[in-house]
């Protein structure tokens, strides 16, 4: 059975930085896009960033310029790097997996359990 488990969440001033990581566990061949999503209170999940199998990267606008994605293949393990936080990046972060191939299964979606950022002075 395949997993993703985050971790690097917390509470950070305005203007403070954070890194999330992502580790994919399981009998894993290879996963083609990972990526981050947040829920906001009260709102939909929203796609923060995204990572290619072979490096390109996806970011929503809110983010850009802020916020940094990447991946080790080898580990199965994706990262975002978070600086310049602001309030409005408050929200339970999710790890994403798409398409994930395993030796006897394939899983079009995963999910992570989500990791709580609360940005506030």
């Known amino acids: 059975q395949v997993q993703l488990a985050e971790s690097g969440g917390g509470l950070v001033q305005p203007g403070g930085s954070l890194t999330l990581s992502c580790v994919a566990s399981?009998?894993?061949?290879?996963?083609?896009?990972m990526g981050w999503y947040r829920q906001a209170s009260g709102k939909e999940r929203v796609l923060v960033a995204r990572?290619?199998?072979?490096?390109?990267?996806n970011y929503a606008d809110p983010v850009k310029g802020r916020f940094s994605i990447s991946r080790d293949n080898a580990k199965n393990t994706v990262d975002l790097q978070m600086n310049s936080l602001k309030p409005e990046d408050t929200a339970v972060y999710y790890c994403?997996?798409?398409?994930?191939?395993?030796?006897?299964?394939?899983?079009?979606?995963?999910w992570g359990q989500g990791t709580l950022v609360h940005v506030s002075p």
């Open positions: 990572i290619t199998r072979a490096g390109s990267e």
């Open positions: 399981g009998s894993i061949r290879l996963i083609n896009d």
């Open positions: 994403n997996a798409h398409d994930v191939r395993t030796i006897f299964n394939r899983y079009p979606e995963l």
